[in-house]
């Protein structure tokens, strides 16, 4: 797959470690926010969404963070497993009535063992 | 339930060519946005369908287009191809009634344009 930029920001955690990944979003009107994951060779995978009016919301070892103040988001991923390696991107949408996502550079994820 | 479906995986063609991808959304799903993601651009959007109509629409020129179908299927196409326009190209569905909701995307179109 299309594992973006070229200069992608990467991180890189112990397996069983946890990790943080940031996202810095563009737009103080967006409103609605999700996390991706993609692996190589596939389509981006959805992980978990939030909506302005919570600052957090949790998953299946994942959550999700936001700060509306200084327009940031982020992505804990507890015990990070070999599988977990992949680009994640965060997507910003401000059109309550459109599915126009403005997606993040990425990050990339390198789990070691 | 099956995923979002699109077909072609591969495609190689030549420039001044015109191209057609479709895209199968989640069954339910009404709602079509399609990608183009680049290692320079990264994932940037094209355009979004919804009841068969063009809902929103992003920074491209005329050259790229689409269209939905009754059954919410959709197709895009890229006439009078560039090399610039060598890209993955990702749909995503979403139910997305009055509100935004998740969007789940498919594999994608890798397009080679030579």
């Known amino acids: 797959g299309e594992n973006v930029g070229l200069h992608l920001p990467t991180l890189s955690v112990q397996e069983g470690d946890n990790s943080i990944i940031n996202c810095a979003y563009s737009?103080?009107?967006?409103?609605?926010f999700i996390w991706y994951k993609q692996e190589s060779g596939k389509g981006p995978q959805f992980i978990i969404d939030i909506r302005s009016n919570m600052d957090k919301r949790q998953g299946q070892r994942v959550t999700v963070l936001l700060n509306k103040t200084v327009k940031h988001l982020s992505l804990q991923i507890a015990a990070t497993q070999p599988g977990d390696s992949a680009v994640y991107f965060c997507?910003?949408?401000?059109?309550?009535?459109?599915?126009?996502?403005?997606f993040g550079p990425g990050t990339r994820l390198s789990v070691l063992p | 339930k099956a995923g979002v479906t699109q077909t072609p995986r591969y495609l190689i063609k030549t420039r001044g060519q015109q191209v057609t991808l479709s895209c199968s959304p989640i069954?339910?799903?009404?709602?079509v946005s399609w990608y183009q993601q680049t290692p320079g651009q990264g994932l940037q959007f094209l355009f979004e369908y919804f009841s068969e109509t063009q809902r929103n629409k992003g920074n491209f020129p005329g050259r790229f287009s689409g269209r939905q179908f009754s059954n919410s299927r959709s197709e895009m196409n890229v006439s009078t191809l560039e090399l610039g326009d060598s890209a993955l190209y990702l749909c995503?569905?979403?139910?997305?009634?009055?509100?935004?909701?998740?969007?789940?995307f498919g594999q994608g179109t890798r397009l080679t344009v030579v």
């Open positions: 997507a910003e949408n401000w059109d309550n009535y459109g599915q126009n996502f403005v």
């Open positions: 069954s339910g799903h009404r709602s």
């Open positions: 737009n103080s009107a967006s409103d609605y």
């Open positions: 995503a569905s979403s139910l997305a009634g009055a509100m935004n909701t998740e969007a789940f």
